[in-house]
Structures are given as C-alpha cells and as structure tokens.
C-alpha cells in the first residue's frame, strides 16, 4: 500500500506574508520554473535500452512528487514504469527554495518508492536544493542514474556536482551549452554527449506551454545515433559554395552540417553539428571557448572550433 506522510499547507494569513510579497517572491523565483512535458520524458526514456533501469536506484533531484497534480513528468514516468524497467527505488527530492515562499524557512521533501512502498520525508533543515549535503549523499552513496531537467539558473553548479559524481545521467539543459566555455571541456573530454532529442516546449506554472530551447544530454551510449545521418560528411570541394565561407581571420567556416573529411586545419560548425553526434564521427573540439566569427568585419552568430583527428 503506499504510504505517504504530508504536513497540512498554512494560509497566507497564518504564514505572515501578503499576497503581493507572494507575487514579488515568486517573480524573483520565476526563471526556473519550465516543467518538462511528460511527451518528452518518454519520447527520450523510451530510445535507452530498457535494461539500463533494471535494479538501478533512480534520482531525480529536482523533482516535485505531489497530490494535486505538480508531479514533475520525471517522476510520473518513473512511478509509471517502475516495474515494467525493474527499478530497485527511485528517490525524488524537491527544492524549497533558500527564501521560500511561504516564510516557513527551507521544507525540502525526499520521496522514496521501493516495491510498493512510498514515503516522503521533511528532513529538518532540508532545503531539498541539488547540493544539499543530503542530497549529495543520496547522489554519492546511493544512486546509480539521475534523470532531470535542473534549475537553468544553476545549470553550471549542477553539471560539475553531476559529472563529478562519475553516476550515470540522462538530463535536460540549454540546448547552447555545447559553445558555452564552462560545459566544454566536458564534452571535449567524453564525459557527456547529446541525448537523442531536443526540447522546445516546456510548461510555465499556469501549465502553459512556453518555448525554450533545451536538450537531453547523457553520459549512456548512443547506439547507432538516428542524427548521424543529417551530417553531411564529404570532401572539401564537394561542399556546395554557400555552405563553406572563410571569415576575416582565414578560418573555414561550414554550414547546414556540411562536414569536411580532407581538411587537416580547424574549422567552425554550429552547435547543431555536434549534436548531431560529430565528435563520435572523429573530429574534435579543440578550443574551450565558443568561436565568434566576423565576415568584413560583421559579427556572424557564434560556433565552434573543431578538426579531424589525424590517424
Ligand atoms: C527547469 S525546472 C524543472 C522541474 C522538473 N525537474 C521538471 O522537469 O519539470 C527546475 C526546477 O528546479 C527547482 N530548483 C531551483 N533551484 C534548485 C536547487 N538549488 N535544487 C533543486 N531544485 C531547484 C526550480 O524551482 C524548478 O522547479
């Protein structure tokens, strides 16, 4: 039977806040706050081998579990299937904020399912936050995969927590971060890929849809990734001439995936490129830091540096 234990809410009157406070607090608070659809959980759960699940202890660690319908889509995916893969528990804690909104100080929440068996627990002082000594332990010591889609604004913080806990992954973020100085080397060193899919459409919490560009990321392989076959991988001189351009520094610059595999210097691709799946076609990023070129002068929208890895 399922078992879950709840503090009742207070009302705004006995919390001491008005609702303008409340309004002002959440405006503050508000960035974070695109919940991912429960369609794009599944459509990118769905491509990993359902063995990967199997006995595993799944994190989400910005994750609500709630009765009146604010389960994150992670969570319900995980609820759902929690036979069908053979999850051996799944582990959902939910940030409070520093400054709630409700005065009450930090009143994270660690929701646990093993078997049939659920709980959710108020661990005093809990702030719920990723990098809550509790949740770091819960990621050190007991998960084994940890599925989300993180506070944007903490993006940077999350992935280095995250990558150095050496725990497997399959999470959501800013679609950019592949040109993005402090996610690079990450990508540069194989500790991270794209996931399958990427996401543009989140929900706002009046459960409106609202447009920002996110991607999967994962550290699982992909086998036999559907998107390398949107790499146009050839020949310098086959590259149709408004797809290759030289900028003002001399450096080639190639667009719409138009690949060269007989050009030994570095060239710039878009983002779009690499999560395509590029650095698992031997070529590799050779500067931590996004390449902005400039055509006569103008300023061209932003890449990255990238060369054939000689054999
Ligand atoms: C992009 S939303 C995604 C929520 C949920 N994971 C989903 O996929 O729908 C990120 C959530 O993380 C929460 N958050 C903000 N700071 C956090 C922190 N330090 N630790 C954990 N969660 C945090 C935000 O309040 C927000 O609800």
Not at 23 to 39: G, I, P, W
Not at 225 to 250: A, G, Q, T, V
Not at 294 to 305: D, I, P, Q, W
Request: aromatic share 12%; hydrophobic share 35%; with cysteine.
């Amino acid at each position: 039977m399922a078992q879950i234990t709840k503090k009742t809410a207070l009302t705004l009157e006995e919390r001491g806040v008005s609702r303008k406070e409340l309004l002002q607090k959440a405006q503050k608070t508000n960035n974070d706050e695109f919940y991912t659809r429960y369609e794009d959980v599944e459509k990118e759960l769905s491509m990993y081998p359902k063995r990967i699940w199997k006995d595993k202890v799944v994190f989400c660690n910005c994750d609500a579990v709630d009765d009146d319908g604010r389960t994150s889509a992670f969570a319900l995916y995980f609820l759902r299937k929690f036979e069908e893969l053979g999850i051996k528990k799944l582990i959902c804690t939910h940030y409070a904020g520093q400054v709630d909104l409700f005065n009450q100080g930090p009143r994270g929440y660690v929701f646990t399912k093993t078997g049939y068996r659920e709980s959710k627990e108020f661990p005093q002082n809990y702030t719920g936050s990723f990098d809550d000594p509790l949740s770091l332990k819960i990621l050190h010591e007991e998960a084994d995969i940890v599925c989300t889609n993180p506070p944007f604004s903490r993006a940077r913080d999350y992935w280095r927590i995250l990558i150095e806990s050496r725990k497997k992954f399959i999470i959501i973020s800013n679609i950019t971060n592949v040109k993005n100085q402090p996610y690079m080397s990450y990508f540069e060193g194989g500790k991270v890929w794209a996931g399958y899919n990427e996401v543009d459409w989140f929900l706002n919490p009046k459960r409106e849809l609202t447009r920002a560009a996110g991607h999967w990321y994962t550290n699982f392989p992909i086998r036999n990734r559907p998107k390398h076959k949107l790499l146009k991988i050839m020949p310098l001189k086959n590259i149709p001439e408004k797809y290759k351009k030289y900028d003002d520094s001399k450096v080639l610059l190639v667009d719409n995936c138009h690949i060269p595999n007989d050009y030994k210097k570095p060239f710039a691709v878009s983002v779009r490129s690499i999560l395509n799946g590029l650095l698992e076609k031997g070529y590799k990023l050779i500067e931590h830091k996004e390449y902005v070129p400039y055509m006569n002068g103008k300023r061209c929208f932003g890449r990255v540096l990238v060369r054939k890895v000689s054999k």
